[in-house]
C-alpha cells in the first residue's frame, strides 16, 4: 500500500523559511516523479515544484528562486525547501506521486505565512 505523509508545515513571519518532507512507504520511490502542490482557500490546487527520476526538476513561477525540491532515496524522501516566504505562500502544501496512471497524495501540511 503506498502511503506518503506530509511534515514540516507550520506557521512563519514573512522573509522566513521552513523545509517540507514527504515521506514514502509501500514504493521504489525515486524511480517516480514527485511534485509538491498547493491549495490556498478559494483558489484550485497548483504544482508549486516537481522532480523526475532523473533528479531533474520544474517550478511553477512565482516560487523560482525561492524553493528547492530534493529527495533523498535511502530515505524514500522528497523535501521542499521554502526560503523567503511571502504571504501568498500561505496554503495546504500536498506531496504527490504518480505510478502508471494512478495519483497518489498525501494528507497535507498547512503553511502559514504571516506577521
Known amino acids: 500500500q503506498v502511503q506518503l505523509v506530509e511534515s514540516g508545515g507550520g506557521l512563519v513571519q514573512p522573509g522566513g523559511s521552513l523545509r517540507l518532507s514527504c515521506a514514502a512507504s509501500g514504493i521504489i520511490f525515486n524511480i517516480y516523479p514527485a511534485g509538491w502542490y498547493r491549495q490556498a482557500p478559494g483558489k484550485q490546487r497548483e504544482l508549486v515544484a516537481a522532480i523526475f527520476s532523473d533528479s531533474s526538476t520544474n517550478y511553477v513561477d512565482s516560487v523560482k528562486g525561492r524553493f528547492t525540491i530534493t529527495r533523498d532515496n535511502a530515505k524514500k524522501t522528497v523535501f521542499l525547501q521554502m526560503n523567503s516566504l511571502k504571504p501568498e505562500d500561505t496554503a495546504v502544501y500536498y506531496c504527490?506521486?504518480?505510478?502508471?496512471?494512478?495519483?497518489?497524495w498525501g494528507q497535507g501540511t498547512q503553511v502559514t505565512v504571516s506577521s
Open positions: 504527490s506521486t504518480r505510478i502508471g496512471r494512478t495519483d497518489y
